[in-house]
């Protein structure tokens, strides 16, 4: 078993409703965590991201998505507005959460936790977290959900 302090099940998060969910939950589960942008030209990735998902399929993975105006104050959308541009645009299923900031003295936990591995230059940087919540690898911005390197290393941790 690993240990809590090394694992993202350590941290609660609000869905942009505001309810609250424990990472957790998301236990003997692998993550992909990204943080997202309304308005980034990498945008076009959280329809990737989503047919990523149901590839995958969702009884042992799952995409965590955290908009972000860090970068280029390209998030300019709040709230509901954020989910509803996801799923009316890209047809994004997967959970998004509440806006946050990922960088920075500001950043929410999660991100400073996950920033130990690698800090985000851009919107659209991807964590890959293994079944314990062990970040094992990052894929920069521009790496494409669909790649071959990112399936593979998605499916080598089940």
């Known amino acids: 078993m690993s240990d809590q302090s090394k694992s993202v099940h350590q941290f609660k ?14 236990k003997n589960k692998v ?13 076009p990735q959280l329809h990737e991201l989503q047919k990523l ?5 969702v009884d042992d ?5 955290f908009p972000s105006n860090d970068f280029g ?9 954020i989910a509803t541009f996801c799923e009316v645009n890209y047809g994004v299923q997967f959970p998004v959460f509440e806006k946050i900031m ?4 500001q950043a929410h936990p999660l991100f400073k936790f996950l920033t130990q591995s690698s800090t985000p230059r851009w919107n659209f940087h991807k964590y890959l977290i293994n ?10 911005p521009f790496t494409k959900p669909l790649s071959s390197k990112v399936k593979k290393k998605i499916q080598r941790l089940f």
């Open 13 to 26: 998060v609000k869905f942009i409703n505001g309810t609250e969910k424990k990472l957790s939950e998301y």
């Open 31 to 43: 993550l992909l965590i990204v943080n997202i942008a309304s308005g980034c030209g990498f945008a």
């Open 53 to 57: 998902r149901e590839q995958i399929g």
């Open 61 to 65: 993975f799952e995409i965590l998505g």
């Open 73 to 81: 104050r390209q998030e300019p959308l709040e709230g509901e507005a």
């Open 102 to 105: 990922v960088r920075g003295e």
């Open 131 to 140: 079944k314990d919540g062990e970040v094992v690898d990052y894929f920069f």
